[in-house]
C-alpha cells in the first residue's frame, strides 16, 4: 500500500519536471531559432536540429518548433505551456487553425486559445471544426464561390528518382509552356512537359549560375587598396565552383550569398580566401555573430518585408528537393 502510494506520487512529480523541463526546451528553440544558433552545427533549418541533432520524430520535433514560434506571435502562450494550461498537441492545433482560417487579430487569436486551453486533442479539434463550420456558414452567405487561385507548390516524392510536382501556374504561364514545348519540338517531337521543365532550367542555369560562367584567368587575388562593395564577377564565379554551387556551412543551394569572413568595413578584402560562399540563413548566423543580433535585426527588417509567397514557395521547393521529409508544413521548411 505505501509502495503505491509512493509510486503515484512519485510520478507525479516526475511530469512536473516533465512539464518544466517541455518548457524550458520550448524557451531555448525559440531563442536558438532567433539567432540561428542550429547553422552553427552546419543545419540548414532548425526542424533539421531537432530531427538530427536532437532525435525528435518529424510530429514532435514540428510540435515544438510551432510552439516557440507561437509564444513569439502570442507571448501569453508562454505561461500556458509552463503551467500545463495547454498542450503542445493544442498550441499546433491552435496554429492550423489560424493558418486556414486566415485569423489576424490577436483578439480572435486569444478567443481560440480560450477555446482550446484545458482541453484534450479529441475535445480541441472538434471545438475547432464546429467553429470552422460556423465561420464558412457565415462566409458562404457573403463570398460567391470564386475560388482563390492557389498559388502554393506541393512536391513530393515519386520513387527514388522522380519527384512529382503539383502546382498551379495562370493561363497565360501554361501558354507559354506550351509554346516552348512547341519550339523544342524541332529537336524532339515527343518533348514532354516535364523535358520542357528541364531544358528551361538549363537554359536559365546557363545564364544566371555564376558556377557556370567562364573564368578567363587562372585563380586572381584580388587585394585592391580601396575594395569596392562588389565582389568582381570573376571572383564570384571562383567562389562558385569552390563550392561546388551550394552554402559551404550547411549544403544549402537557396539564395546564395557571398560572405566576408573579415567584412569590409573591417579592412576585410574581396580575395577567396576571405570569403565564403553561404546561403541567405547561414550568411545571417555569421552576420549575427559578427555585428549582434540587434543591428543585423534592423538591418534586416526591410529585406524580410519584401519577401511574398511566390519568394517563400521557392524556399519549398528548394528545400523539398533537398531531400527533407515530406508533409512538413510549409513555414518549417526554413
Ligand atoms: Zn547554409
Not at 580575395?271 to 547561414?282: M, R
Request: proline share 3%; hydrophobic share 35%.
Amino acid at each position: 500500500m505505501k509502495e503505491n502510494i509512493f509510486l503515484l506520487s512519485e510520478t507525479k512529480a516526475l511530469v512536473a519536471e516533465e512539464r518544466k523541463n517541455t518548457h524550458q526546451i520550448i524557451v531555448n528553440l525559440r531563442e536558438i531559432d532567433r539567432l540561428q544558433s542550429y547553422r552553427d552545427l552546419h543545419y540548414p533549418s532548425l526542424f533539421q536540429y531537432l530531427l538530427v541533432e536532437l532525435g525528435y520524430s518529424e510530429g514532435a520535433a514540428m510540435r515544438r518548433i510551432t510552439a516557440a514560434r507561437m509564444t513569439v506571435e502570442l507571448p501569453v502562450l508562454d505561461e500556458k505551456i509552463a503551467k500545463g494550461e495547454i498542450s503542445l498537441s493544442n498550441v499546433n492545433l491552435l496554429k492550423q487553425f489560424i493558418n486556414e482560417q486566415e485569423i489576424a487579430t490577436t483578439e480572435e487569436k486569444m478567443a481560440l486559445v480560450d477555446l482550446v486551453q484545458g482541453k484534450s486533442g479529441n475535445d480541441a479539434k472538434a471545438e475547432l471544426r464546429k467553429l470552422k463550420a460556423e465561420r464558412e456558414e457565415k462566409k458562404k452567405g457573403s463570398e460567391d464561390e470564386t475560388k482563390k487561385k492557389q498559388t502554393r507548390t506541393v512536391v513530393s516524392d515519386e520513387s527514388d528518382k522522380d519527384i512529382r510536382l503539383h502546382c498551379s501556374i495562370s493561363k497565360k504561364t501554361m501558354e507559354k509552356l506550351e509554346k516552348i514545348q512547341g519550339l523544342l519540338a524541332h529537336k524532339n517531337r515527343k518533348i514532354t512537359l516535364a523535358e520542357v521543365i528541364d531544358e528551361m532550367a538549363e537554359i536559365t542555369l546557363e545564364k544566371i549560375d555564376p558556377a557556370r560562367k567562364k573564368v578567363t584567368k587562372t585563380v586572381t587575388p584580388i587585394k585592391s587598396e580601396k575594395p569596392t562593395r562588389t565582389v568582381p564577377t570573376q571572383t564570384v564565379t571562383e567562389l562558385h565552383i569552390r563550392a561546388n554551387g551550394h552554402c559551404e556551412n550547411c549544403g544549402s543551394v537557396y539564395l546564395l550569398e557571398v560572405h566576408h569572413k573579415r567584412p569590409l568595413c573591417d579592412e576585410g578584402g574581396h580575395e577567396l580566401s576571405n570569403l565564403l560562399l553561404l546561403c541567405h540563413g547561414c550568411h545571417r548566423r555569421e552576420s549575427i555573430k559578427y555585428f549582434g543580433y540587434d543591428k543585423v535585426a534592423s538591418y534586416n527588417k526591410k529585406e524580410s518585408a519584401d519577401i511574398d509567397e511566390a519568394t517563400l514557395v521557392d524556399i519549398n521547393i528548394d528545400f523539398a528537393l533537398a531531400s527533407i521529409p515530406r508533409q512538413i508544413p510549409f513555414e518549417l521548411l526554413y
